[in-house]
């Protein structure tokens, strides 16, 4: 991780002038964080469908990532998580990722950090093997990372959702082809104890 993480910061440092990290997120980041998504997100935050996949479980190995500021305060803030994306003509499962919440505090928008946090979670995600990535979010701004909607076509969420927010980006040639079915959460749920500290 290290070295995916020094390369986005290269290249970040050579295009904006302001100071962040991109770092690994520690237990010691979760309060922040949800105070970000909050505030960020607004309060109907964890009714979304996307949310339903999330509930209770434990982010992909190595995929819950942070930006911090120069004092090592939390500014921005994206994790995946493991999913199945529906099923082959064969009936079996195809592992993936979700994405998201992807959320950048309000007072350092448009500083490309939210950016440098896509790309590291896309080239780790696809150092450690993973096949696609899906999400539900602005195909506009997405795009720019080589989401669409093109693989989602005969996918659903569990739950309600806006076709055409519903997008992926394939890390492995044809790995969402002929998948088709609802996503279902895979990663390890959260023990009792850790669901309590977080709320």
């Known amino acids: 991780m290290a070295a995916v993480l020094d390369s ?19 237990p010691s980041d979760v309060v922040a964080r949800e105070r970000l998504l909050d505030r ?11 949310e339903a996949l999330r509930r209770n479980r ?11 500021d120069t004092a090592g305060h939390v500014i921005a803030t994206v994790r995946l ?16 990722l979700l994405l998201g919440p992807l959320a950048v505090d309000a007072d350092y928008e448009g500083k490309g950090i939210g950016a440098a946090l896509m790309r590291a979670a896309i080239l780790e995600a696809r150092k450690r093997g993973h096949g696609a990535i899906l999400l539900v979010g602005d195909a506009p701004y997405y795009e720019r990372f080589g989401f669409s909607a093109e693989r989602t076509a005969t996918l659903m969420m569990p739950g309600p959702f806006t076709r055409e927010r519903f997008l992926a980006l394939e890390l492995r040639a044809r790995w969402l082809e002929g998948a088709a079915g609802v996503l279902v959460a895979t990663g390890p749920k959260l023990v009792a104890s850790s669901i309590k500290r977080a709320a």
């Open 40 to 50: 960020a997100m607004g309060p109907n935050r964890k009714k979304k469908s996307s």
């Open 81 to 96: 998580w493991n999913i199945d994306a529906g099923i082959t003509p064969e009936g079996n499962p195809v592992p993936a």
């Open 8 to 26: 986005v910061r290269a290249l970040f440092a050579q295009k904006n002038d302001s100071a962040f990290l991109i770092d690994r997120e520690n």
């Open 58 to 68: 434990v982010p992909a190995e190595g995929l819950a990532l942070v930006a911090r």
